[in-house]
């Protein structure tokens, strides 16, 4: 059975939420049969979830019984999309609030180690979607409960949504263990969240950088938390600054903090930062994972073995996805990676093999003939202005968006002292919000970049 599952005490606890929730691990595996006995052949399911154990039993359980196929999809979903994804896969079930309905739709062939979707991160109106197997379920869970040392008594706080690959990554590396996932879908400043933190002895923490500067900004150092033995971090590059503060905190209190790096089409995780190096490396992503191979190859194809000479960065492993689907047909494709994929990140690896990532491919842009990567002119604002931005934009010139108006010289002048390229090549505009997804990435495709 998937993860071992089967090897767990039927009345230990796999879930509890915030809502006073619990879920064993026996209960799944009972799911799982009465899924098998329900839906007679392998089918596609749309699943609408939350962050409640509901949730991840019915997932978990449609895994364990390879009966269905989920497509795992945010319960809040832009209506548009939804339908644009309805047209397209006409799934032959869908799940939503605990039921379970079959729709009008035949029940069409799908690969048979296909195990789950995922929509592609930022999705707001495309239906492609990234294609996982059974292996790569086991991978990951093999994978980070490995690095991150978890054992059978830990009790992660689980605030990342079940549909995204960071999250449903959690549910798999500590199912592995015999762990008790603690899963919320409170908001970071309801009191609820904290409380239920406190009440049920969170021992770690995940978070993507958006997480971490909202800890930051609820004075989190201040706090006193026993129970917490480790915080983690992914979801994208996070301010040096921030990074370093919850490094040096978690080394004079005795927990561990511990950057990584991956993607949905690596089933979460394919680097992480050991703690040894958390505050003396703070901003790379560190090494592959284990059981991964990190690389990097140059513009024609070739090997780079120098440090800190840029290239695009590759990586092996189980854990690499099949490839994408952009239509039903896709989804009796097999296996089109065979465990290997060019990430589409720059980036340089030091003397010990740890490796920083300068930025996307297609986050670039050549102004006056110098290429300037918007992500590091992003950072470079975090740091000297001490706010937020999205960075976008052509060759002719740099729409930089922030929400605080009283910064907009300053953050001009810095991109102008740093890049030391001329002020006409950058534009400040002031917007009310940085457009996000529910997993705090920034949705540059809402931007305006003209």
Same mark, same amino acid.
């Given at each position: ?128 979607? @990234?294609?996982?197997c059974y292996d ?55 009191p609820v969240f ?168 297609g986050r670039f ?50 991109? @102008? ?34």
């Open positions: 059975m998937l993860l071992g599952l089967e090897h767990i005490d039927p009345a230990r606890l796999a879930a509890i939420d915030s809502e006073g929730g619990k879920l064993t691990y026996g209960q799944i595996i009972e799911r799982a049969k009465a899924i098998e006995a329900l839906v007679p052949e392998r089918a596609l399911c749309f699943m609408l979830v939350e962050n409640n154990v509901t949730c991840v039993e019915w997932v978990m359980a449609s895994l364990i019984s390879r009966r269905l196929v989920p497509l795992i999809l945010n319960a809040k979903i832009d209506e548009t999309l939804y339908a644009n994804l309805l047209e397209t896969y006409l799934p032959a079930y869908i799940w939503e609030k605990g039921e379970l309905t079959r729709t009008e739709h035949p029940i069409t062939p799908l690969y048979p180690e296909l195990s789950h979707l995922l929509p592609t991160s930022g999705s707001t109106g495309s239906p492609k979607l @990234v294609r996982h790569n379920i086991e991978a990951a869970g093999l994978n980070i409960s490995t690095f991150f040392e978890l054992k059978e008594s830990d009790r992660p706080l689980m605030v990342l949504p079940l549909y995204y690959t960071m999250g449903l990554s959690m549910v798999f590396s500590h199912f592995k263990v015999s762990a008790t996932v603690l899963i919320t879908g409170r908001n970071m400043t309801d904290w409380k239920f933190l406190k009440e049920e002895r969170a021992t770690s923490f995940t978070g993507v950088p958006y997480s971490f500067l909202i800890l930051n900004m609820m004075r989190f150092f201040r706090m006193d938390l026993p129970d917490m033995e480790l915080l983690t971090q992914g979801g994208g590059k996070m301010e040096r600054g921030l990074n370093l503060k919850f490094a040096e905190y978690c080394r004079d209190n005795n927990k561990r903090w511990i950057a990584t790096y991956g993607q949905s089409e690596c089933t979460a995780r394919m680097a992480y930062l050991p703690t040894k190096w958390a505050i003396e490396k703070a901003g790379s992503i560190g090494i592959a994972v284990p059981n991964g191979e990190l690389s990097l190859i140059d513009e024609n194809g070739n090997p780079i073995t120098t440090p800190h000479t840029e290239g695009e960065m590759c990586y092996r492993g189980k854990n690499v996805t099949m490839g994408y689907a952009t239509c039903a047909e896709d989804l009796l494709k097999g296996d089109e990676r065979h465990g290997f994929i060019r990430t589409g990140d720059l980036a340089y690896f030091d003397e010990d093999g740890c490796y920083y990532i300068v930025g996307r491919m842009l050549k102004l006056f003939g110098m290429r300037v990567g918007l992500d590091e002119c992003e950072q470079i604002i975090a740091t000297n202005c001490q706010t937020e931005s999205a960075c976008v934009g052509t060759d002719e010139k740099m729409i930089v968006y922030i929400t605080d108006a009283a910064k907009t010289q300053a953050v001009k002048d810095a991109l @102008v002292e740093k890049t030391h390229i001329v002020a006409t090549s950058f534009e400040v505009r002031v917007i009310p919000e940085i457009p996000k997804n529910e997993a705090g990435k920034k949705l540059f495709s809402k931007l305006e970049n003209k």
